[in-house]
């Protein structure tokens, strides 16, 4: 017997209940906001997040290209203008904005752009969503975005904790947190509503429910990778090489 569709509310609720293993609960997550992170941790955790960072407009650009609704795309290139910037001020886009955050805990751009404090795991993490968002209909990529939802609140956090427990980071490295806190409630209107109008069935709504499950699955393998490698110090070859090996580009 086929099950009833949920209702648009009924949908959206267990959308959002899909909050609860966002990773601002991941152990490693919660010390950073309790302030129990080293310097070397945080930098770690800042130099690896930005190849997710890095990666966010081109899988925003993988939607575009395979969107034939024009309406959509003259809503969702913002996206790719917020992380990219605006040609000739790219200082305010989000990629920048989180290149200064690096600066702003010590590291060098060439420390993050030279990707050599990246590690595997998190490289595959993210080239696993970038692949699936390639391969998926735009409406399900869409729908992988709505981890956004849940976004706000570990920025703010952030935003609330940092600066007293991190006190040695340069306040003006938090402006991505700051800058995000609307973008990406503007983001989640726009992704929900395509979500909910384009997962009609019940089928199709459960397989967005699973999307979503993917996409929080990468996020917490990201921070799984963090954690081995910066908290209990057993980094990728560790004992073998004397320097950080990472394959380069995506394979």
Same mark, same amino acid.
Not at 42 to 57: K, L
Not at 82 to 97: C, S, V, Y
Not at 118 to 127: D, M
Not at 155 to 168: A, E, F, G, N, V
């Given at each position: 017997?086929?099950?009833?569709?949920?209702?648009?509310?009924?949908?959206?609720?267990?959308? $959002? +209940?899909?909050?609860?293993?966002?990773?601002?609960?991941?152990?490693?997550?919660? +010390?950073?906001?309790?302030?129990?992170?080293?310097?070397?941790?945080?930098?770690?955790?800042?130099?690896?997040?930005?190849?997710?960072?890095?990666?966010?407009?081109?899988?925003?650009?993988?939607?575009?290209?395979?969107?034939?609704?024009?309406?959509? !795309?003259?809503?969702?290139?913002? $996206?790719?203008?917020?992380?990219?910037?605006?040609?000739?001020?790219? !200082?305010?886009?989000?990629?920048?904005?989180?290149?200064?955050?690096?600066?702003?805990?010590?590291?060098?751009?060439?420390?993050?752009?030279?990707? /050599?404090?990246?590690?595997?795991?998190?490289?595959?993490?993210?080239?696993?969503?970038?692949?699936?968002?390639? /391969?998926?209909?735009?409406?399900?990529?869409?729908?992988?975005?709505?981890?956004?939802?849940?976004?706000?609140?570990?920025?703010?956090? $952030?935003?609330?904790?940092?600066?007293?427990?991190?006190?040695?980071?340069?306040?003006?490295?938090?402006?991505?947190?700051?800058?995000?806190?609307?973008?990406? !409630?503007?983001?989640?209107?726009?992704?929900? +509503?395509?979500?909910?109008?384009?997962?009609?069935? $019940? /089928?199709?709504?459960?397989?967005?429910?699973?999307?979503?499950?993917?996409?929080?699955?990468?996020?917490?393998?990201?921070?799984?990778?963090?954690?081995?490698?910066?908290?209990?110090?057993?980094?990728?070859?560790?004992?073998?090489?004397?320097?950080?090996?990472?394959?380069?580009?995506?394979?």
């Amino acid at each position: 017997m086929t099950q009833q569709p949920w209702t648009k509310e009924e949908f959206a609720q267990k959308l $959002r +209940a899909k909050g609860e293993v966002y990773h601002i609960y991941h152990p490693f997550h919660i +010390a950073m906001n309790k302030g129990e992170c080293s310097k070397e941790q945080i930098q770690g955790w800042v130099a690896n997040r930005f190849f997710y960072q890095s990666a966010i407009p081109v899988k925003d650009a993988g939607i575009m290209a395979n969107c034939w609704d024009m309406e959509t !795309r003259r809503k969702w290139i913002q $996206r790719i203008l917020d992380h990219d910037g605006e040609i000739g001020d790219e !200082r305010l886009g989000g990629i920048e904005a989180w290149l200064r955050l690096g600066e702003a805990v010590g590291l060098t751009r060439d420390d993050i752009l030279s990707e /050599r404090l990246l590690l595997p795991g998190v490289k595959f993490a993210v080239g696993a969503y970038i692949n699936f968002t390639k /391969r998926a209909s735009w409406e399900e990529a869409a729908c992988s975005s709505l981890t956004e939802m849940f976004a706000p609140e570990i920025h703010q956090s $952030r935003l609330d904790t940092w600066p007293t427990h991190y006190d040695w980071i340069d306040p003006e490295g938090f402006s991505y947190f700051q800058m995000r806190l609307n973008q990406a !409630r503007r983001d989640v209107q726009h992704g929900l +509503a395509i979500t909910l109008d384009h997962f009609e069935t $019940r /089928r199709q709504q459960e397989r967005a429910l699973n999307i979503l499950q993917f996409k929080l699955d990468v996020l917490w393998s990201m921070a799984d990778a963090i954690s081995l490698a910066y908290e209990f110090d057993r980094k990728p070859y560790s004992g073998i090489a004397d320097q950080s090996i990472c394959h380069k580009g995506f394979m």
